[in-house]
């Protein structure tokens, strides 16, 4: 067991490491060295069955909560659902969030020096899955001592990992609240996912790559399938009313052609800003990860998977999203439910789409408080 | 008037030619000398008001029927909607369809050459609206002797153009109808767009638009610009039905990342196919046109623009459209109606989203042919 405190943490004051060692992803390829980036809230008590891992969004990190800091100054990224008297009451329990294997912020991922080498894996990189980024997480907590989780959640690829976790350690976790996750993304999700991961492959800076030793990243690229995935992370409904046709109120980041409106404004910032702070190859092997799961894979369907599940579970669906609609959430549950698991579905009603779960806090805590208060020990 | 057979006409034997001449387009910038391609079928009669117009799709052009030849293999795009007994039918109107101003089938647009300097236009092609396309139309139908249209129909950007022919030339129109348009694209259809955009501008071989002396297109832009573009003309539901999560049946035209979808090949070879037969300006110029629309342009409200239509007119909207939604097409209808014009609504109710009207005939002839032949004169 190896929990350092890397050389990130002069700028994240919070931020540890852990080594776990050489991992077999499940795809093939072989990792000999993976580090986790994590951080904690609270305390483990003595028993160690009070933790609770939070799983990041695709872009996200470890830093869940614990307000803004030099190294996060947007904050945690479910500040206001975790923390003493939240949702997920830190003076309860021992909160672990941390960047997923694959990840760029902090993890092992293909910018990470392959050992040996000292290069960075770039497309060497194994692809990892969904159940890859659990196991890595699995050995985190064990090296932390955790013997049980009361609580994993997280929403889109980590709510696809917060199932997974009750599907693959069904007797290390006692409640899961997947959001905005379903059992398998749909082919739309996984069609505009391609499309940001050809507009990366096609920049010229990407370079297959290996672009780590050059001085220009892929980051057009980049901005572009950022742009792709905000689409699938807002509803129209809630375009209209945020952006409507109106004009551009800041600065155009590029030529205008013919004008321009405040959404491509938007897009292209999002775009711009997520160029300065996330790595491109991060980006296709994460993106990938979320298109190639299916909580069927090694089992003979859905049903023998779900009936997998020992913890209570409640999906969360999420009325305007339409990269996870809320009728697969709500379908999902009712598989997990027919397969004989403690199932249950609440449903965000918002125009926020997707992304509700980033920011919706009302109705998010509403939708999953209850939930995590039931049946407390405490 | 000028009625020309041009130099395209080896492979497409009854595409014609018209120089309109010069042509000032609404948002500034001139043209000295505008020729629009074009193709007839059926007679004008003597009173010159049988005439119908077809307004052609995003990426179509002038061959709206005539089946296959040797310049369009892939036959009319409205084949079953165009001929003798048809929805359209050529025995009694005198049907005309001519590929759009900035168009790249043979009409005047940013691949041809810039009188005086013998070099393509590229970006130095004015941004041209629905408005400046209708207008360049009229030219055309006043050429071929046309004193009345009986109807004007297409889907998307050509709905776009049937609504405006009714606002703009108000007494010339009899007939309109629009499928799959609105007076306005929402955010989310012009964010898409961008998206497009942005990618063909991001390839190096676009060069600022002066790629047609170099050996190289933009091709991989406007392969990334078409797959964004098909995500929006297709339904989640229909997807499902008709991808899932299927692996790719077909070889992969980029190497693989963790396998290939169904769906991720599909979007490959739609981007390949029309980065094969399409000019990227072309399609960064329409694409701007159908953002920039706004029926309300220039006139003081949406109320006032839709009182003056004089048509008749059968707004069709799409049940699983989500670039122009069928709740907004209705809503274009309301408006029309309430402004006074006699303005109907008719909804095709299908998986098969935006792009229903190329391909759902039996519901698209049902949706329009009823009013096509309401008060028929013969």
């Known amino acids: 067991m190896t929990l350092d405190q890397g050389a990130g943490a002069s700028h994240a004051p919070a931020l540890r490491y852990h080594r776990i060692g050489s991992f077999e992803p499940e795809l093939g390829g072989s990792l000999q060295a993976v580090t986790l980036a994590y951080e904690t ?107 049980k989780l009361a609580l994993v959640a997280g929403g889109s690829i980590g709510g696809q990992q ?10 290390f976790v006692e409640k899961a609240v997947p959001v905005a996750a379903t059992g398998a993304l749909g082919p739309q999700g996984v069609g505009m996912s391609e499309i940001g991961r050809r507009a990366i492959m096609a920049d010229p800076d990407w370079r297959g790559g290996d ?24 509803s129209a409904a809630g375009q209209w009313e945020r952006f409507g046709r109106r004009p551009a109120g800041r600065p155009a980041l590029h030529p205008e052609f013919g004008g321009r409106f405040e959404i491509e404004s938007y897009l292209h910032y999002q775009g711009s800003e997520l160029s300065g702070r996330f790595d491109a190859n991060s980006y296709l092997y994460l993106s990938r990860a979320m298109d190639l799961y299916d909580v069927a894979s090694g089992y003979e369907s859905d049903e023998e998977a779900y009936s997998r599940i020992e913890a209570e579970v409640l999906f969360v669906g999420i009325t305007s999203d339409w990269l996870f609609p809320a009728a697969e959430v709500w379908d999902a549950a009712e598989k997990a439910r027919a397969a004989g698991a403690q199932a249950h579905y609440a449903e965000i009603d918002t125009k926020s789409g997707h992304d509700a779960f980033l920011k919706d806090w009302k109705e998010l805590t509403e939708a999953v408080e209850p939930f995590i208060s039931k049946n407390h020990k405490s």
């Open 41 to 147: 809230w609270g305390e483990l008590n003595d028993a160690a069955d009070n933790a609770v891992l939070l799983v990041h969004a695709l872009t996200g990190d470890s830093h869940a909560a614990g307000g803004s800091s030099e190294g996060y100054r947007r904050g945690g990224w479910w500040d206001p659902m975790v923390g003493p008297g939240l949702a997920v009451d830190t003076e309860e329990y021992f909160v672990v969030c941390s960047n997923v294997l694959g990840g760029c912020s902090g993890s092992t991922g293909p910018a990470s020096a392959e050992p040996g080498t000292r290069r960075p894996y770039g497309m060497r990189f194994p692809v990892v899955t969904i159940r890859d980024m659990v196991r890595a997480q699995r050995r985190l907590l064990d090296a932390l001592g955790v013997r």
């Open 211 to 234: 672009y780590y030793s050059t001085e220009r990243r892929p980051d057009r690229g980049l901005a572009i399938a950022r742009m792709a995935g905000m689409m699938t992370y807002q």
């Open 162 to 171: 917060a199932l997974e976790w009750a599907v693959e350690f069904p007797d």
